[in-house]
């Protein structure tokens, strides 16, 4: 009896997943507990295991297609399983092909090719052409140089598809109106999703950013002087987001408006701190978050963080790590970026976002002195957050960066 491979429960109000890259095709062997496919929904991507050892025997959803929870996607046959006629399963007969003469095939395909023309066969190579790409005129279907010619210079427009089926990974290969290359790929659903909820946000809340610049000398010389203490001790390098994150627990405590949201006509306050940080990954931006973040040592955050990350880029985080958040971090310095006005993630009332740091010549007690400085956006709901309240947290976030005792002490 063949074995049923079922979308999973893979998240609470999630019906539906989009099939994602199947890691073994029709006739594969597969061990118990092994991904077979990828599942992506609107929070995550999730790999689907198999049930049993054994052999895939028919793969019933396609890259991209649509499936909803608890829908049979593929099926697959236990190894030494017999098939309905008492043979061997039908995967096994997958790779036995017909015994069509081969010589046959070719003929047909030889007589399918015209005769082509030296003059003809020097113009297809100057202009890249192929001549099963071009209309022979000549007689007896030969392929002249007109032929050649008539053809590269016809405007490529007439297909809108190259080819009749769809090119690896759901893709596409078009031709544009002015002949060039294109490629269509749908959006995976964890994209999709990503650009409705930034859309609803800069449509429902009213979002207002405010900037600072904080000076980063006083980390950099911790980070410096205590790095490799801290590496030795707890086998994680010491960054920058662990004191950002405690920085914004910091100012999330005496403006705790940057840490509720609004439920309808009710703003639900938040006693605990759970930080969203910002991840790329190879699907695109994903938001873990830190559970109990004021509860976190420095090496906690600092050790979380690159575990998710590292999750984050083989796909592999689970749905309820990318639930809730009441504060995000993001952190665009790492690419580059020099400044930015974030979008604030819903229901949230704020995000902060860091930028690179730089060399940059400030005034210090009336003297310009070279300091790495970084500037720092914060986007808030202003249907909640007063501008008062934000650029105060700012400022706070920003004293707490330049004197980082202070968070130790909590002065």
């Known amino acids: 009896m063949a074995i049923e491979l079922k979308v999973p429960e893979v998240g609470e109000s999630i019906t539906e997943v989009e099939i994602g890259d199947w890691l073994k095709k029709?006739?594969?062997?597969?061990?118990?507990?092994?991904?077979?496919?990828?599942?992506?929904?609107?929070?995550?991507?999730?790999?689907?295991?198999?049930?049993?050892?054994?052999?895939?025997?028919?793969?019933?959803?396609?890259?991209?297609?649509?499936?909803?929870?608890?829908?049979?996607?593929?099926?697959?046959?236990?190894?030494?399983?017999?098939?309905?006629?008492?043979?061997?399963?039908?995967?096994?007969?997958?790779?036995?092909?017909?015994?069509?003469?081969?010589?046959?095939?070719?003929?047909?395909?030889?007589?399918?090719?015209?005769?082509?023309?030296?003059?003809?066969?020097?113009?297809?190579?100057?202009?890249?052409?192929?001549?099963?790409?071009?209309?022979?005129?000549?007689?007896?279907?030969?392929?002249?140089?007109?032929?050649?010619?008539?053809?590269?210079?016809?405007?490529?427009?007439?297909p809108a598809i190259l080819s009749g089926a769809p090119a690896?990974?759901?893709?596409?290969?078009?031709?544009?109106?002015?002949?060039?290359?294109?490629?269509?790929?749908?959006?995976?659903?964890?994209?999709?999703?990503?650009?409705?909820?930034?859309?609803?946000?800069?449509?429902?809340?009213?979002?207002?950013?405010?900037?600072?610049?904080?000076?980063?000398?006083?980390?950099?010389?911790?980070?410096?002087?205590?790095?490799?203490?801290?590496?030795?001790?707890?086998?994680v390098k010491l960054g920058f987001m662990s004191f950002f994150v405690k920085a914004c627990i910091d100012g999330l405590k005496q403006f705790p408006a940057l840490n509720a949201e609004i439920r309808g006509t009710d703003v639900v306050y938040h006693n605990y701190f759970d930080i969203g940080v910002a991840i790329g990954s190879g699907k695109g931006l994903v938001v873990p978050v830190l559970r109990n973040a004021e509860r976190m040592s420095f090496a906690e955050i600092e050790r979380t963080i690159g575990e998710l990350a590292q999750r984050a880029k083989d796909n592999k985080l689970k749905v309820e790590e990318l639930q809730g958040g009441t504060f995000t971090i993001s952190n665009g310095g790492v690419y580059g970026s020099l400044l930015s006005t974030p979008i604030v993630n819903p229901p949230q009332s704020g995000v902060l976002g860091m930028h690179a740091i730089q060399d940059r010549p400030v005034a210090r007690a009336g003297n310009v002195v070279i300091r790495p400085m970084m500037y720092v956006a914060l986007t808030y709901d202003h249907r909640l957050v007063d501008g008062r309240e934000a650029v105060s947290f700012l400022k706070r976030v920003k004293e707490a960066i330049e004197t980082p005792t202070r968070m130790l002490m909590e002065v």
């Open 26 to 158: 029709k006739g594969e062997a597969v061990r118990k507990d092994e991904a077979v496919v990828t599942l992506e929904s609107e929070k995550a991507t999730v790999e689907l295991p198999a049930p049993e050892s054994g052999t895939i025997s028919e793969v019933l959803k396609k890259k991209g297609e649509v499936a909803k929870v608890g829908e049979v996607i593929a099926l697959m046959e236990k190894d030494g399983a017999k098939s309905a006629d008492g043979s061997k399963s039908a995967v096994a007969k997958a790779p036995e092909k017909s015994t069509e003469s081969k010589p046959g095939r070719a003929a047909a395909a030889k007589t399918a090719e015209p005769r082509v023309m030296p003059a003809a066969e020097r113009a297809l190579a100057e202009r890249g052409l192929k001549a099963g790409e071009v209309e022979a005129t000549g007689p007896g279907g030969r392929l002249l140089k007109e032929d050649v010619e008539r053809t590269a210079e016809r405007p490529k427009v007439e």
């Open 168 to 235: 690896t990974g759901g893709a596409a290969s078009r031709v544009s109106a002015d002949g060039r290359q294109e490629e269509v790929v749908p959006m995976s659903r964890l994209r999709r999703t990503v650009a409705e909820r930034l859309v609803a946000a800069q449509h429902s809340a009213a979002l207002l950013t405010t900037f600072n610049e904080i000076d980063m000398r006083q980390v950099s010389e911790l980070r410096k002087e205590h790095g490799e203490a801290f590496q030795k001790r707890y086998q």
